[in-house]
């Protein structure tokens, strides 16, 4: 277990540093949709990654990830992460999903087709970070 917490340590650190070398949206890599999400939240940042900052994300899950975004809310005076993940096919998105199986529960993670996105928060946002999640399903059926 402590090796899969390290791992989800280093991912996550990897995907706040690869944040805070973007600035802006990236125009070389195309941008993963962001979903709606509850009307309360309000977006703090939100940075599409380019291609040669997705390399190391890619190595990380061990499968080709085509575009990463990384948006963080305020939601409620709470911190919320939303990091939506596109795979290059399926077969990709089935070993991202078994990778963030191994760092974190089911529900913190959604896969809509080649889409993933997965939530991240504190434990004082647990309340919302389920917010989110249930609207995600709730637009998706």
Known sequence: ???FRTLAT???ALVSALACSQ???S???LAPPTPAMP???RVISDINFAAADIRPVSANL???VSALRNTTYDAGGRTVKLNTIVAANSGDADSIMRALGKMKTEQWFLRRGLLIYEFVGSNDAIPELHKGR???IAHSR
């Open 27 to 29: 125009a070389d890599a």
């Open 10 to 12: 280093l991912l996550l």
């Open 39 to 41: 009307s309360h939240w």
């Open 134 to 136: 249930d609207l995600l």
């Open 62 to 64: 061990g499968a080709k």
């Open 1 to 3: 277990m402590t090796n």
């Open 23 to 25: 600035t802006e949206a």
